[in-house]
Nanobody
Framework: QVRLVESGGGLVQAGGSLRLSCAAS????????MAWFRQAPGKEREFVAA????????YYADFVEGRFTISRENAKSEVYLQMANLKPEDTGVYYCNGGQTYPLLTVLDYWGQGTQVTVSS
């Protein structure tokens, strides 16, 4: 059974940085494109960033604007999101998930609890 455990969120002021981590189990991690999503209160979940199974290709949502970096450590079955120059509109619950294509078309039907990111003005 797939398990996705996100961590690293917190409360920061605008312009600050956070590094999110996601530990995955129950899948052959090195065969999956991994991605980060986020959901603000009252809003739909949206895509943030994705990294190919090999770790050598990435892509991002337009709103990232060069501020975030996604990476992975396949030996640890972990994916990370380094976020810099955070803005209040980055506030939300951040989730990881994965799929078997690149670019990502679908994700697994499993969602973790996510990790809360709050950026104050």
């Amino acid at each position: 059974q797939v398990r996705l455990v996100e961590s690293g969120g917190g409360l920061v002021q605008a312009g600050g940085s956070l590094r999110l981590s996601c530990a995955a189990s129950g899948l052959t991690f090195g065969d999956y494109t991994m991605a980060w999503f986020r959901q603000a209160p009252g809003k739909e979940r949206e895509f943030v960033a994705a990294v190919k199974w090999s770790g050598d290709s990435t892509y991002y949502a337009d709103f990232v604007e060069g501020r975030f970096t996604i990476s992975r450590e396949n030996a640890k079955s972990e994916v990370y999101l380094q976020m810099a120059n955070l803005k209040p509109e980055d506030t939300g619950v951040y989730y990881c998930n994965g799929g078997q294509t690149y670019p990502l078309l679908t994700v697994l039907d499993y969602w973790g609890q996510g990790t809360q990111v709050t950026v104050s003005s």
